[in-house]
T-cell receptor, first 119, second 112 residues
Framework: GAVVSQHPSWVICKSGTSVKIECRSL??????MFWYRQFPKQSLMLMAT?????????EQGVEKDKFLINHASLTLSTLTVTSAHPEDSSFYIC???????????????FGPGTRLTVL | QQQVKQSPQSLIVQKGGISIINCAYE??????FPWYQQFPGKGPALLIA?????SEKKEGRFTISFNKSAKQFSLHIMDSQPGDSATYFC???????????FGAGTRLFVKA
C-alpha cells in the first residue's frame, strides 16, 4: 500500500524558534498533499492544501506567514512553523493523494503525524 | 453545508457486540465517503470507503451503510474486539482532489 512518512515524529523547541516538518510519499507521486492540525481529543482541522510547484492554499484563519508550506517535488512537502509559540503545540498530520490514481481512487494516505511541543 | 455531523461522541461496546457510528452530511456534491481509524499518537488510517451509487459495502467485520436520500451513512463493526478500541472519523469529499471534511470523531472502547 501507499506509504506516507513524516519527520520528525516529535519535536520540542523553544518559543520563538522555527520548526520544519517533512512529509514524504515513499512509493507514489503526489501532486496534492494536505496539512492538518489535531488538538487532543478533537478532529482533524485542515490547515492548507499543498500543490506541487505552486503556492499552497490556506484555510480561513490559518496564518500563511506563520505556517510556511513548500511542495518542491512530487514526493515531498514541508511545513515550517515560524516563530513558534506554546499555542502552536499540537499534532500535525500530512496526507497525500496518489497522482496515478487521481479520478479513480480518492483515497488520502496519511502520515504518522508529528507531535510539536513549544516550551 | 460543508459539515459532516458524527454521533455518538463516545461508545462503549462489549466484546463480540456490534459498534454503530452514524454520520450525516448536507452537501449533495460529496461523492466519496471514507471512514478512518486512529489510534492515540498515530495518523488516521483508511478503514473502508463508499460512493453514493451503492447502499452498502462490506469489508471483513466492517460495513458501511449509505442512505443517499437521507444524506446519512454509518459504520458497523461486527464482532467488536478490544483491538478495535480507537477513534473513528467519518469523512466526505468531492472527487478531483478536493479537500476532505471530517466528522468530529467517535471514541470507541470495546470491553473485554
Amino acid at each position: 500500500g501507499a506509504v506516507v512518512s513524516q519527520h520528525p515524529s516529535w519535536v520540542i523547541c523553544k518559543s520563538g524558534t522555527s520548526v520544519k516538518i517533512e512529509c514524504r510519499s515513499l512509493d507514489f507521486q503526489a501532486t496534492t498533499m494536505f496539512w492538518y492540525r489535531q488538538f487532543p481529543k478533537q478532529s482533524l482541522m485542515l490547515m492548507a492544501t499543498s500543490n506541487e510547484g505552486s503556492k499552497a492554499t490556506y484555510e480561513q484563519g490559518v496564518e500563511k506567514d506563520k505556517f510556511l508550506i513548500n511542495h518542491a517535488s512530487l514526493t515531498l512537502s514541508t511545513l515550517t512553523v515560524t516563530s513558534a509559540h506554546p499555542e502552536d503545540s499540537s499534532f500535525y498530520i500530512c496526507s497525500a493523494r496518489d497522482l496515478g490514481l487521481a479520478g479513480v481512487l480518492d483515497e488520502q494516505f496519511f502520515g504518522p503525524g508529528t507531535r510539536l511541543t513549544v516550551l | 453545508q460543508q459539515q459532516v455531523k458524527q454521533s455518538p461522541q463516545s461508545l462503549i461496546v462489549q466484546k463480540g457486540g456490534i459498534s454503530i457510528i452514524n454520520c450525516a452530511y448536507e452537501n449533495t456534491a460529496f461523492d466519496y465517503f471514507p471512514w478512518y481509524q486512529q489510534f492515540p499518537g498515530k495518523g488516521p488510517a483508511l478503514l473502508i470507503a463508499i460512493r453514493p451509487d451503492v447502499s452498502e459495502k462490506k469489508e471483513g467485520r466492517f460495513t458501511i451503510s449509505f442512505n443517499k436520500s437521507a444524506k446519512q451513512f454509518s459504520l458497523h463493526i461486527m464482532d467488536s474486539q478490544p483491538g478495535d478500541s480507537a477513534t473513528y472519523f467519518c469523512a466526505a469529499s468531492m472527487g478531483g482532489g478536493f479537500k476532505t471534511i471530517f466528522g468530529a470523531g467517535t471514541r470507541l472502547f470495546v470491553k473485554a
